[in-house]
């Protein structure tokens, strides 16, 4: 039987695209992290910090850092032929937060990007996805001269449910960040799945 040039063609098909959020605190790594792993160019809202921003931007423990995003860093990256994520990376400092119920529409999930230096920082993002049942990774960002710790032990510092992933990755380094996003994708769809589950009596 003949077959025609059409009928050996690959049927194409659009792939599934998903937003995922990076969220955590100021200088945490969010557009390192973004720009790591995206295949354009990263959209990037930086501005160089201000003497008149010093009084509410804390810079302990960061102290080289010199720009601050002010609306949104986005990244673009296929992790298969048929899945794309769109990845917007949020503001860190208080005053831009009320950003993030425009950002979070429609997202699938989110990383919350953790600084062992400044744990406390990530505490608001948490509170964030938990509050808005948006299933979140928290992926500590191991900085070169930041303290080493166990996995429970950061766990416990933070009082995270047990079914959220806790990872530990460099923000530089493509392939660290493509574990961590796709950790996100895979426990969002566990917890999608989970959702839909008749509850038993």
């Known amino acids: 039987m003949a077959f025609g040039r059409s009928s050996r063609r ?3 098909v659009d792939p599934v695209t998903l937003k995922i959020l990076v969220a955590g605190g100021f200088g945490v790594g969010k557009t390192t992290l973004v720009g790591a792993v995206s295949e354009i160019r990263p959209l990037r809202t930086e501005e160089r910090l201000s003497e ?3 009084p509410v931007d804390d810079l302990a423990g960061v102290e080289g850092k010199s720009t601050t995003t002010v609306a949104m860093d986005f990244g673009r990256i296929t992790l298969r032929e048929d899945l794309v994520l769109y990845l917007f990376g949020t503001p860190g ?3 831009f937060w009320f950003l993030w119920d425009e950002l979070a529409q429609g997202a699938l999930g989110a990383v919350v990007l953790a600084d062992t230096r400044r744990l406390e920082d990530c505490f ?3 509170d964030y996805f938990e509050r808005r049942g948006i ?3 928290v992926a500590v960002n191991c900085f070169d001269d930041a303290a080493r710790y166990p996995v429970d032990t950061v766990r416990a510092a933070l009082d995270l449910d047990p ?4 990872l530990m990755c460099d923000a530089r ?3 660290s960040v493509k574990e961590i996003l796709v950790g996100v994708v895979e ?3 566990a917890m999608s799945a989970k959702s839909r589950q008749p509850a038993t009596t």
């Open 52 to 54: 008149a921003g010093r």
């Open 173 to 175: 380094v493509r392939e």
């Open 124 to 126: 608001a993002g948490i």
């Open 187 to 189: 426990h969002a769809m």
């Open 10 to 12: 690959k049927r194409h």
């Open 135 to 137: 299933p979140f990774t």
């Open 93 to 95: 400092q208080d005053r």
């Open 163 to 166: 079914e959220v992933p806790l």
